[in-house]
C-alpha cells in the first residue's frame, strides 16, 4: 500500500479533533501543500533506506512525504498531543509499521535518538530554529546532511559568507560543521496558518572530518559570540576579556593567529575563528 499524504482540509479536520490551534509560541505553522513537503524531501536527497530525523512533525504532512520515499523516520514532537497522533495518521496513510518512530519531547533537550539518523529534515518553529540545528549538529555526529525550512532571514543569515551584511555569529557556528547554502524559497500561502514572514530552504553537509575537538569548538564559539556582540569593534577591543583582558594581550593572539587586530568579527571566516582560539 502506498503512502498517501495529508491534504489541507485533512490537516485542519485533525486539528479540529485534536483540539490544537496553531500557536505563536511554539512557531506552529503547518505546511498544508503536498508539492511544497515533496519538494522539501527531494532536495533533501532522502532516498528508500535512509534513517532521517524530522523536528516539530506536527500533524504529519512532511513526514508522510519522507515516509513516501520508504526512507524511516524518528520524529522529535514537543506537543504531546501531535506526538500521540501522529502513529495513528501514518498507519492510516499506509506507513508500514517500524517506519516511524515518534519521540515525545523537547528537541532542545534530547541527546539520545532511535534509529542512528543520518538526515535531518524538518519544518522549524522559527523561534528556536538556529539552537536546534546547532543542538542537533553537536550531539548526533551522525547527521550528515540535512535541508531545514526556516524563516529567510534566519536562512539567509546561515548561508551567508564573510563579508555579508547579514554574516554573524550563527553562520559561523553553522559552518564550524559544514557548508550551508541556500536551496530554495517557500511561498507563504503554503503554511496554515500564513505566517508574515518569508521562508526559505537551507541545506547543509557536515564536513568528513571534525574541524577540532570539543574543548576547541567551545574556545572557538566564545570567541565568536564576543566578537559579534561588539561587531562594530575592532578584534583587539571586541576580544579583550576572552584573550587576555587587555587589548595589547588580544593584539598578541590575534598576531599569532595571523589575522589583523585591526579587524573586525565580520571579515573572519571560520577558520580565521578556530586560528584565533588555537592561539590562545
Keep these: 500500500m502506498p503512502v498517501t499524504l495529508l491534504g489541507a482540509s485533512e490537516i485542519r479536520a485533525l486539528a479540529a479533533a485534536l483540539d490544537v ?85 523537547d528537541a532542545l533537550r534530547i541527546e539520545e535518538l532511535p534509529g542512528e539518523p543520518t538526515v535531518l529534515v524538518a519544518n522549524l518553529p522559527y523561534n ?9 549538529l553537536e550531539h548526533f555526529p551522525l547527521i550528515e546532511r540535512g535541508v531545514v525550512m526556516v524563516q529567510a532571514e534566519v536562512g539567509e543569515r546561515l548561508a551567508a559568507p564573510p563579508g555579508s551584511k547579514v554574516y554573524g555569529a550563527p ?32 541545506a547543509f553537509r557536515r564536513d568528513p572530518e571534525p574541524r577540532g575537538t570539543e574543548e576547541e569548538r567551545l574556545r572557538t564559539f566564545r570567541i565568536v559570540d564576543a566578537a559579534f556582540q561588539q561587531r562594530r569593534k575592532m578584534l583587539r577591543q571586541a576580544l579583550a576579556a576572552v584573550l587576555g583582558g587587555t587589548a595589547a594581550e588580544a593584539s598578541a593572539v ?14 573572519l571566516s571560520i577558520d580565521d575563528f578556530v586560528r584565533i582560539a588555537r592561539a590562545l
Design 128 to 136: 528556536v530554529s538556529v539552537p536546534v540545528i546547532l543542538h542537533f
Design 171 to 202: 553562520s559561523v557556528k553553522a559552518a564550524w560543521y559544514g557548508p550551508w547554502r541556500l536551496a530554495g524559497t517557500v511561498s507563504r500561502q503554503v503554511f496554515w496558518p500564513v505566517p508574515n514572514v518569508d521562508s526559505v530552504l537551507v
Design 21 to 105: 490551534t496553531p500557536t505563536k509560541k511554539l512557531g506552529q505553522n503547518f505546511v498544508v501543500d503536498a508539492n511544497t513537503v515533496r519538494k522539501i524531501v527531494h532536495v533533501a536527497g532522502v532516498a528508500a533506506g535512509e534513517s532521517v530525523v524530522e523536528v516539530g512533525p506536527g500533524l504529519g504532512s512532511l513526514t508522510l512525504a519522507i515516509l513516501e520515499t520508504g526512507a524511516s523516520v524518528t520524529a522529535v514532537e514537543i506537543d504531546h498531543r501531535l506526538a500521540e497522533r501522529l502513529p495513528a495518521t501514518a498507519a492510516a496513510h499506509g506507513v508500514a509499521d517500524g517506519a516511524l518512530r515518534v519521540v515525545d519531547a
Design 254 to 267: 590575534l598576531e599569532r593567529a595571523e589575522v589583523a587586530p585591526t579587524a573586525r568579527g565580520e571579515e
